[in-house]
């Protein structure tokens, strides 16, 4: 089992640039979240896929960002334009059943906006 | 939105001491969860506590739940220097489906 694998690890942009972070998660896991991790605000869910289907996505901040689930092995969250304040570290992880389930997470990619 | 908050936000202490780190939430749950972020890492589940267990074993970790006070507490036993790390809760509230994580307590154990 190689775990929930996120690429890139690190991304440095500059700002008014597209960014596309990718997930695979845990071959079997119906369900995958995309959460940002910042000092400020800790945690924050940004949007969960049920079946490949978006369930919520009232975390994702503005139309800046959009997720897609084309299959069950793969996710994109995409930045565009991006801005300094999207600086973060963002995480996808992935669950057997939901929220209510334990959640595997990657090693997430570290987003730098200039 | 963050339900969960932990408390004390660092903690400091020797190996071979206990660690405790408690968590208190604010919405009725269905389930609460206790992970484990090492520097540069994704976070790792540790243990999930159901909203009818009191308390739940695991190896060197124990977490008791009290719904009554909406309050969760993580102990450490016999810590290590492998344990520094933050350790997070979360908790999904029963209307929701997000999993909502508190800030965190940063532990540190001292060889």
């Known amino acids: 089992d190689a775990g929930v694998i996120q690429s890139p690890r690190h991304e440095v942009t500059e700002m008014g640039q597209e960014v596309t972070l990718r997930c695979k998660p845990i071959?079997?896991?119906?369900?995958l979240f995309w959460y940002r991790q910042t000092m400020m605000r800790g945690l924050e869910l940004l949007i969960y896929?049920?079946?490949?289907?978006?369930?919520?996505d009232s975390g994702m901040p503005e139309d800046r960002f959009s997720a897609k689930m084309p299959n069950a092995s793969f996710s994109t969250l995409k930045i565009q334009p991006s801005e300094p304040r999207d600086s973060a570290v963002y995480f996808c992880?992935?669950?057997?059943?939901?929220?209510?389930?334990?959640?595997?997470f990657g090693n997430g990619t570290r987003l730098t906006v200039t | 939105s963050q339900q969960g908050e932990e408390d004390p936000q660092a903690l400091s202490i020797q190996e071979g001491e206990n660690a405790t780190m408690n968590c208190s939430y604010k919405?009725?749950?269905?389930?609460l969860q206790w992970y484990r972020q090492n520097s540069g890492r994704g976070l790792v589940h540790l243990i999930l506590i159901r909203s009818n267990e009191r308390e739940k074993h695991s190896g060197r970790l124990r977490v008791t739940l009290d719904t009554s006070k909406k309050s969760s507490s993580l102990l450490i036993t016999a810590s290590r220097a492998a344990d520094t790390a933050s350790y997070f809760c979360?908790?999904?509230?029963?209307?929701?489906?997000?999993?909502?994580f508190g800030k965190g307590t940063s532990l540190l154990v001292t060889p």
């Open positions: 071959s079997g896991h119906n369900s």
């Open positions: 992880a992935s669950s057997e059943g939901g929220p209510r389930s334990p959640l595997h």
């Open positions: 979360a908790t999904d509230a029963r209307s929701g489906y997000a999993l909502n």
């Open positions: 919405t009725s749950i269905n389930n």
């Open positions: 896929f049920n079946n490949n289907v978006p369930i919520d």
